[in-house]
């Protein structure tokens, strides 16, 4: 029941944050589902059922991550289309983008260095048996260096999309940047349609 609390609030702060159009109001939905994990850990009474947890969220905030990717894009592509000004919507668009897959960088890299399908299963079977199976290499390698790479591109194009000295530049920037993020992301997510990732559900 808890969990499903979490999982209203966190829409109903998304919903909120892009109504709004407020940088003030995104932070404080990015805090807002940070307080709501550290009282998930207080509430929770063994590792397991923590761990658990933040996979969820995790799973979770990837919708969110792929809707505020698409928000984003959509604006960029109107503003190159329409050659309007970079408005103070085009930037909270990059902005709500940015803060969500950071939350969702932050809560990835706890569960890689804590869960057995990351870091630990590399330090327990080796890199050889990792590497050998589709499964375990996805988890321990390919996930987390295509997530980083993905990671690191968006945020370039929103350093570029805030340095251009036109509109129309800061509008591509944003555009093909978070475009080339967005489909690394989407690459990257063990989609149960997947052959060997049937198991693993859409939320």
């Known amino acids: ?76 592509f109107m503003g190159m289309q329409q050659q309007s000004s970079f408005t103070k919507s085009d930037n909270t668009a990059g902005v709500m983008f940015t803060s969500v897959i950071d939350l969702q960088l932050l809560i990835g890299l706890i569960l890689y260095f804590t869960s057995g399908l990351g870091y630990k299963n590399i330090q327990a079977n080796g890199m050889g048996f990792v590497m050998k199976d589709g499964f375990t290499r996805f988890f321990a390698v390919e996930h987390i260096a295509m997530m980083l790479i993905a990671i690191i591109i968006i945020h370039i194009g929103r350093s570029k999309s805030k340095k251009a000295n036109s509109d129309l530049g800061k509008h591509k920037a944003a555009f093909w940047y978070y475009l080339i993020g967005l489909i690394l992301i989407l690459a990257s997510i063990p989609w149960p349609f997947r052959k060997g990732f049937e198991a693993m559900g859409w939320m």
Do not use: P
């Open 1 to 76: 029941m808890y969990f499903v609390i979490v999982k209203l609030r966190i829409i109903i702060d998304f919903i909120q944050s892009v109504a709004l159009n407020n940088k003030i109001v995104i932070h404080l939905c990015v805090y807002n589902i940070i307080g709501y994990l550290l009282n998930a850990c207080l509430s929770l009474h063994s590792k397991n059922n923590f761990m658990e947890y933040l996979h969820n969220i995790h799973s979770i905030l990837r919708w969110l991550v792929i809707l505020t990717a698409i928000y984003a894009i959509f604006k960029a």
